[in-house]
């Protein structure tokens, strides 16, 4: 027989593309399918770094937020005893500091965080020989349990009521009082407009340094630690500049790989001051409601979206009422006219950025894809089992979409009484 390998272009197709139905078959067939994690010789959880993310369908590697690689962050008993198996690692005297100011979104972290802190991890680890840890700042009440896996080192947890909403007077006090007391060798905040922005370049004006903004990769720059550079996006997203990892830097979310292989302490730190109390001239008055409908798709966190599967319109538009969702729609549910043109989610109409996007009736086509590859959660609701989108989604329900959403906002309404009736 000869040697020759023999390539088949059509499945090296597949093996890349993993919205393809066969995508999983032609893996294990090629012996690409192998775990992506595994306990090496030493007692050290191995990963294979190719086997994690996927090649999006620009050409480009993503990062699989959706947990399928990766082991479903936040799962359940598999997820984590993974969890308790990755090896610990304890800085017990730092050459230096990194801090993290995550937005902390709902009490969690957010993807963005994750990255962020993936980031400073390779700032913290560059230089074997003198480490610095990885210290993470949170305001306010927080429902994270994870900070251990994400690969804090130190947290500074910071809570009272002057913490509590838009509260960055208070906040950058904190801050300062930080920097005063360990001066920690860079600051990152994410480039987000959850607060990250706003209070990074706050602290920038402040301290009196030169932020690095909209930073999206770091780079080594000859002999660690030495150097670093960082590539900021600039110029409305049309160019790229290069400097040197300046103290303070606000970066864009998929910045770096989250940490995935590692555990950390997350040891508590407390200041070792109180803070001075300060006179806030902002007073929060607390959320307003809005409309979401009037929310623009781009800006809206909770999307309910309706395609060719749904029939019953009045029934879903009264569903995102009850769930208080922006609506978007499919390019088919557009061209036939039961949505707007301004609703239509993908490659051709808006990405959205949701932290929850519930697609109603969407078969999952490649250009629609496209445009909810940011969003955190995905929820489908279809009645095909094998389709693109319910592939996708974090989380799935097979079922008339109709029937599905009336069981839904019933279910709403009856926890809503339930509460009133409590109160
Ligand atoms: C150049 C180009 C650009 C495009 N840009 C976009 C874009 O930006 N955005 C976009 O969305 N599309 C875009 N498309 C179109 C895209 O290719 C798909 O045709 C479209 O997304 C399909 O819409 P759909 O999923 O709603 O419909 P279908 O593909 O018809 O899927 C309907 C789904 O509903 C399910 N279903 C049926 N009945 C029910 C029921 N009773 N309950 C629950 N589920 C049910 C079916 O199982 C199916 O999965 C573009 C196409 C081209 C060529």
Not at 71 to 76: E, L, N, Q, T
């Given at each position: 027989m000869s040697d020759i390998v023999r390539r088949d272009p059509r499945k090296e197709w597949i093996a890349r593309n993993?919205?393809?139905?066969q995508h999983l078959e032609v893996l294990a067939e090629l012996g690409?399918?192998?775990?992506?994690e595994w306990m090496g010789p030493s007692g050290l959880l191995r990963k294979?770094?190719?086997?994690?993310g996927f090649i999006g369908p620009n050409g480009m590697k993503r990062i699989d937020r959706s947990g399928v690689q990766q082991?479903?962050?936040?799962?359940?008993g598999a997820a984590k005893s993974a969890a308790e198996r990755k090896p610990l690692v304890e800085i017990?005297?730092?050459?230096f500091l990194v801090a993290v100011v995550p937005?902390?979104?709902?009490?969690r972290l957010t993807g963005h965080d994750r990255d962020l802190l993936g980031l400073a991890r390779q700032l913290a680890d560059a230089d074997p020989a003198a480490r610095g840890a990885v210290l993470a700042v949170v305001f306010g009440e927080h429902k994270e349990d994870d900070f251990e896996g994400a690969g804090v080192d130190r947290l500074l947890h910071l809570t009272g009521p002057?913490?509590?909403?838009?509260s960055p007077e208070a906040r950058l006090g904190a801050l300062v009082a930080m920097d005063l007391a360990w001066t920690p060798r860079h600051w990152l905040l994410p480039?987000?407009?959850?607060?990250g922005a706003d209070l990074g370049r706050r602290l920038a004006a402040r301290l009196g340094e030169r932020p690095a903004t909209g930073v999206w990769q770091l780079e080594a720059d000859g002999e660690a630690p030495l150097g670093w550079r960082c590539i900021a996006r600039g110029a409305a997203g049309t160019l790229d500049f290069q400097r040197a990892v300046p103290r303070l830097v606000l970066a864009l979310a998929e910045c770096a790989e989250p940490v995935s292989e590692t555990r950390h302490a997350a040891e508590p730190l407390a200041l070792p001051e109180a803070l001075p109390s300060q006179l806030s001239r902002i007073q929060d008055l607390g959320q307003v409601a809005v409309d979401?409908?009037?929310?623009a798709l781009s800006e809206a966190e909770f999307i309910l979206s309706a395609g060719n599967?749904?029939?019953?319109w009045d029934a879903f538009h009264r569903a995102a009422e009850v769930l208080g969702a922006t609506e978007g729609a499919s390019r088919v549910a557009v061209d036939d006219g039961?949505?707007?043109?301004?609703r239509q989610v993908g490659a051709t109409g808006t990405w959205v950025t949701a932290r929850v996007y519930v697609a109603v009736g969407?078969?999952?086509?490649i250009q629609h894809l496209q445009g909810i590859q940011t969003c955190d959660k995905v929820v489908a609701i279809n009645?095909?089992?094998?389709c693109d989108m319910i592939k996708r989604a974090d989380l799935a329900v097979i079922g008339d979409s109709a029937k599905v959403l009336e069981a839904l906002v019933a279910l709403v309404e009856q926890s809503r009484e339930e509460k009133r009736n409590a109160a």
């Open positions: 993993r919205l393809h139905p690409q399918g192998a775990a992506s294979n770094p190719h086997a994690v082991g479903a962050a936040g799962g359940g017990e005297a730092p050459a937005d902390m979104a709902g009490g002057e913490f509590d909403g838009f480039d987000s407009k959850l607060g979401p409908a009037g929310v599967g749904v029939r019953d039961f949505m707007a043109r301004d969407i078969s999952g086509a009645m095909d089992p094998g």
